[in-house]
């Protein structure tokens, strides 16, 4: 009998599927698109699907492909499948075959196609043994590389090439590059082009050569248009384009270069893969017909982002009727700018046809249009912004005239001519994309509007809103998650300070925020100086900053000691780093030696101005000096000035360590460890999450650079400041009990109760402003070095046209090149309107809107136009709304001067610096009489021996080195225990009280380590894989395939081995519970994995453990107090009595259950803190 998607729910214990949900899983073997809404639960829907093609026999779970663009997601729809799979195994012989025909079945797939397994087998007994092949879809191309790029004469095993070995051998091209750039871009610009201009060809399967052909036609077919009267040849902005497109023309031969260069070094990036694949997949047919017979169902999810190349490498393997199916929302494509489209999922149904005795016919779509997500006011608000891509033409140039510019795409690479030419040709299927529906239940929800004077006023109003709504976890409330939606990383700083100061836990996300962190400013800033002298920004940043903290008066006589050094030297400056000529300077010809002595007169003006500060730093004057105008420094100043060179000194002496060991000792110099560590209302590790996360930035850089030199890494932190989105790395999973702040483009496939989006301004959000006379303009392709234009790109179809070959004489030319910017901003509008929609429905409950009147323009600017939509239709409340200002205003942000005391003080301008002095004063009181580990005298409490008045670095640090040795080998002295303390502490306490005491005078923190990671991956796994039983879709973070924690081999392992421990099968009463309990004067605090029913009425605390179990019986038994402490919070958290409640460890790798015969009591654990702590 055919089991039906509802039946199969019923036996796995899940909630029925919808109807709509119904027809998409049960649909026949072959070609379908579905478009899935915002929430609509596509990633439940596509396992189930899954699972039901196996269940039936239909297919064996090894034939069963599915791609999708992270490992997260890939990680998260494997494991529903498998987990579907295994529970399915386990209860179909108590539920199977007896039964009769299936009530309320569809109609399933012809049983003997030729799609399915062999006629006659029953595949089904091993449900729970064979795995689907979940990927990326760089995986998948990457696997085809290394099975068949022999077949191109392609080396296999060619080594990946990530962004930091791509800048720096970009970079290394550049530098060396003999030739005439013929642009006066900075080199790190022209770097970016190439590699922008390597990425989109490689996304569009063009060859440089091919391009720099069609490049030289568009410049001829402009050139050749008639001239207009009496003006000859082109008009001014027509040139302006002419010439841009020279300049890509010949950066297209650095490309080769740099193509020719990866070749040499046998490397290749992402977008060679995928190229690389397409070729196979269109050239090679026995790749397609292997992967044809090794899959028999492909599924392809978050297909609206989909790039050129990767569409046409699809296509061509599984497009000839193979059953594929397709999920996407063309509302959520926003990655036009790295080359998806939402066009390519309109495309589907033409590139992947159902093939009929009647011929080829466009595949059925489907449509998930209930959102389980949105509270209906939100709904609301998000299908109105909308309403606008639904209504919209399915080609935005099939309004202007055909032919022209656009005709160059014939002169594209017999490579990609074909299918190319084919999907141009052909009318794409319009594919209607419904409104969402709200779910049964659904909440009214909220959506509020405020549009402020300032941007400042502005963000204290988000600030107000997210404290009103947001709460952390509580044991019976349940907590509130809250996220900040910015367009730009640029917003970030003004909100998180007005966040900050409402006392709300902050955390930023993506790279970009963290380059703007203050720790992360001033550790960037001092390996700068250290790197490079020169680098008197970056030392003014440390000189003015809390550590040194200079006022303008110092920083006056330390200028005045600097030009006193200089008169007394004398002589040229010394050269700035890297600028030595080359080996037959271009000054070496008469003709230019007085332009050459012209610069040389200013770029060395320059040095000696940046290098004076740096020697006067190196070489401070003695107490007491005073200038010829009087100037002099004060003795506070002359003694942080003293430290602070002596600590750039030491840095520059180790820069010969690894990047991840500088980092970590710039930060040790600098005590940004402690200062973040002091900050309140945060926990330790938190407060120095900035610093880890730059520390891993570090980490990867190291491994993929060929030689990761400090310089390399700071130019590579320059193009992540400057690029918006170019290194953009997402950091670990957010933390729920802080606020994030984070771009709308890393929040896609991510979801809170609250969400407040910001910037809702005309020509912010939109960036493409839409106020103006003539409406939105933009030049796109028109200009921009790393640009690639419209008619060369695969879906230029789908783009605007400059109808060239219509236009009767040069002014015509222009009047259409204008009409070419208009269509250019609307469709830039259509993106952004994207962009807003997917912003909105990041939130379940409450939404804010939010916008001002003044930026840093002289006009004040308008609501953006989603903003003024949805007020317009009613949809939003304004309480918090601003009148425009008079047209003679001015901006209340650049017409009063800002004013800030110098020297900043450290504590903000609040009461802190008072709290702080005097919780110092009750921390000394605690100390001499309160609780403390008393294993010894403090040998530390003797008057230290004083200092010579201005030692030598190597004094110091041999005075230091041996004050550590003493330390390390007297008895440790008394020290205060955390009035918190975690479980895993209360077990290092019990193991070795006087190694504990040590740690906590003076924490170190651990390097990061696979095995850490390992282990933390695998408890959100697990803590997964027991609660993913919503229908509500949980994506995750877009562009992310190089996430830290890597699902490799070993992790791999341990969900294998976790499937085959009897906890796997069972259903937990509670997974990942924090629990707080008092014992002996102390909070412990645990953090309890899982808990299960026991069949006497108890339970089973259980703590996962990814290491090996301990060897012998004394470790065995300290470890045991981990479960003791988890047993006594459950029991007090729960109600239950203690003798009720037992605890084990689950040794996953090794398949060991460990269930201690005795533990400790309540008594017990007081004794062991008491005993520890007298």
């Known amino acids: 009998m055919t089991l039906s998607a509802v039946r199969i729910a019923e036996l796995l214990g899940r909630a029925a599927p919808t109807a709509d949900q119904v027809e998409i899983i049960e649909s026949p073997l072959s070609p379908l698109l579905v478009v899935a809404g915002a929430g609509s639960g596509k990633t439940e829907t596509m396992a189930a699907r899954v699972v039901w093609l196996i269940a039936n026999g239909l297919v064996v779970p090894e034939q069963v492909l599915g791609l999708t663009f992270t490992r997260k997601a890939a990680g998260e729809l494997g494991d529903r499948i498998r987990l579907r799979l295994r529970r399915l195994a386990a209860v179909r012989p108590a539920h199977g075959s007896q039964q009769g025909p299936d009530r309320g079945s569809h109609q399933g797939p012809d049983r003997g196609s030729n799609q399915g397994p062999d006629r006659g087998s029953d595949r089904r007994p091993g449900l729970d043994l064979a795995r689907p092949t979940v990927a990326t879809y760089n995986s998948y191309a990457a696997s085809l590389v290394t099975d068949h790029a022999l077949r191109l004469g392609i080396e296999p095993t060619s080594r990946l090439l990530r962004e930091a070995g791509q800048w720096q051998l970009a970079t290394e091209v550049v530098e060396t590059w003999a030739g005439d750039l013929a642009t006066d871009a900075a080199t790190s610009s022209i770097v970016q082009a190439v590699l922008s201009l390597s990425g989109a060809l490689a996304e569009h399967l063009l060859e440089p050569d091919a391009a720099s052909t069609q490049i030289e036609a568009m410049i001829e077919e402009l050139l050749a248009v008639p001239d207009a009267g009496a003006k000859k040849g082109p008009y001014a902005a027509t040139g302006k384009v002419i010439r841009s497109l020279a ?329 700035v780093r890297g600028s030595a000529p080359a080996a037959e300077p271009e000054s070496a010809k008469p003709e230019s030696a007085e332009r050459d002595r012209v610069d040389r007169d200013l770029v060395e003006g320059d040095v000696v101005d940046e290098r004076s500060i740096v020697d006067a730093l190196d070489d401070l004057p003695r107490r007491g000096w005073r200038s010829r105008t009087g100037r002099h420094l004060t003795d506070a100043a002359h003694g942080r000035l003293v430290d602070l060179a002596d600590l750039l000194r030491t840095l520059r002496s180790h820069t010969y360590l690894s990047l991840s060991e500088l980092v970590g000792e710039a930060e040790r110099l600098l005590g940004l460890d402690i200062e973040v560590a002091s900050r309140p209302g ?263 021996t004083p200092a010579p008045p201005t030692p030598s670095p190597l004094t110091r640090t041999a005075t230091l080195l041996l004050e550590e040795r003493a330390r390390v080998a007297a008895p440790a002295g008394g020290v205060e225990l955390p009035a918190h303390l975690s479980a895993s502490a209360v077990v290092r306490l019990a193991a070795d009280p006087q190694a504990f005491a040590h740690a906590l005078r003076r924490p170190v923190p651990l390097e990061p380590s696979v095995q850490a990671r390992r282990g933390t991956a695998f408890h959100a796994w697990v803590e997964q894989y027991y609660g993913s039983a919503s229908l509500v879709d949980v994506e995750s973070l877009p562009g992310a395939d190089d996430d830290s924690v890597a699902v490799d081999g070993s992790l791999a392992d341990l969900r294998a081995a976790f499937l085959a421990t009897p906890w796997a099968g069972r259903t937990p009463v509670a997974v990942e519970v924090d629990i707080e309990t008092p014992v002996a004067g102390y909070v412990l605090r645990c953090r309890i994995d899982a808990v299960f029913s026991a069949p006497d009425g108890g339970v089973v605390v259980v703590d996962w453990k990814t290491g090996r179990p301990p060897l012998d019986e004394a470790a065995a038994r300290t470890r045991e107090v981990q479960l003791a402490v988890y047993r006594l919070a459950w029991s007090r958290w729960s109600g239950l009595p203690l003798a009720r409640v037992d605890a084990a460890f689950c040794y996953v790798g090794a398949g060991l259950t460990v269930t201690p015969e005795r533990l400790l009591d309540e008594a017990g654990i007081e004794a062991l803190l008491r005993d520890a702590t007298t």
């Open 247 to 575: 300049e890509r023309g010949r950066l297209l031969e650095l490309v080769i270069a740099y193509r020719r260069r990866k070749r040499d070094a046998d490397v290749i990036d992402f977008g060679d893969q995928v190229s690389i694949a397409a070729r196979l997949a269109r050239e090679v047919e026995a790749v397609g017909q292997t992967e044809r017979d090794r899959f028999r169902v492909v599924l392809l999810d978050e297909y609206q982002d989909t790039s050129h190349a990767q569409l046409e490498l699809l296509s061509a393997l599984f497009g000839g009727g193979h059953p594929v199916t397709a999920v996407g929302d063309p509302h959520q494509s926003i990655y036009g700018w790295r080359g998806a489209s939402a066009g390519g999922l309109e495309r589907f149904p033409d590139r992947f046809p159902v093939l009929t005795v009647d011929g080829p016919q466009p595949a059925p779509v489907r449509f998930l249009a209930t959102s389980w997500r949105n509270d209906r006011a939100i709904l609301a608000a998000a299908n109105l912004v909308a309403a606008p891509l639904r209504a919209r033409a399915v080609e935005p140039a099939a309004s202007m005239a055909a032919g022209s510019i656009a005709a160059a795409s014939s002169l594209v690479a017999a490579s990609s001519a074909a299918s190319s030419a084919a999907a141009a040709e052909s009318a794409p299927t319009r594919v209607q994309v419904p409104q969402l529906e709200a779910r049964p239940g659904a909440g009214p929800g909220a959506v509020y509007g405020v549009y402020a004077i300032t941007i400042e006023l502005e963000a204290a109003a988000v600030a107000r809103f997210v404290k009103d709504h947001w709460r952390p976890n509580h044991a019976t409330s349940g907590r509130v998650t809250a996220a900040v939606l910015c367009r730009k990383r640029s917003q970030f700083a003004a909100l998180e300070t007005a966040l900050r100061a409402a006392g709300l836990p902050v955390e930023v996300v993506g790279l970009g925020g963290l380059l703007q962190t203050p720790e992360v400013v001033d550790l960037v800033a001092a390996l700068r100086v250290a790197h490079d002298p020169s680098r008197g920004d970056a030392l003014i940043r440390l000189l003015t900053g809390a550590r040194t903290r200079l006022g303008i008066a110092d920083l006056h006589a330390l200028a005045a000691w600097a030009g006193e050094l200089a008169d007394s030297r004398g002589g040229p400056p010394r050269p």
């Open 682 to 944: 945060v926990s330790p590790g938190r407060a120095r999450a900035h610093l880890d996360a730059f520390r891993d930035v570090a980490v990867q850089f190291s491994d993929g650079a060929d030689t990761p030199t400090l310089g390399a890494f700071l130019a590579w932190l320059d193009a992540a400041a400057s690029e918006e989105r170019g290194l953009e790395r997402p950091l670990a999973e957010p933390d729920p009990d802080a606020v994030q702040l984070i771009t709308v483009h890393a929040a896609k496939g991510l979801e809170w109760d609250v969400v407040a989006v910001p910037g809702l301004t005309d020509g912010v959000l939109p960036s493409t402003a839409t106020s103006g006379k003539h409406g939105p303009r933009e030049s796109g392709w028109l200009g921009g070095l790393g640009t690639l234009p419209y008619p060369l790109r695969g879906d230029a179809a789908e783009l605007p046209v400059w109808a060239v070959a219509d236009a009767v004489d040069q002014k015509d030319l222009d009047v259409r090149r204008e009409q070419l910017r208009s269509a250019i901003g609307a469709h830039q509008v259509a993106e952004e309107r994207r962009l807003a929609y997917v912003a909105f429905t990041r939130a379940r409950r409450a939404l804010l809107l939010s916008g001002s009147w003044w930026l840093d323009r002289q006009d004040p600017q308008p609501p953006s136009l989603f903003l003024a939509e949805l007020v317009d239709a009613g949809l939003v409340r304004t309480d918090g709304w601003a009148d425009r200002p008079d047209d003679d205003a001015a901006n209340p942000r650049t017409a009063e001067p800002v004013t800030q005391g110098w020297p900043t003080d450290p504590f903000g301008p609040g009461d802190r610096r008072a709290h702080v002095t005097a919780a110092a004063a009750a921390v000394d009181a605690e100390l001499a009489a309160g609780r403390t580990v008393a294993v010894g005298p403090d040998p530390t409490s003797a008057p230290p």
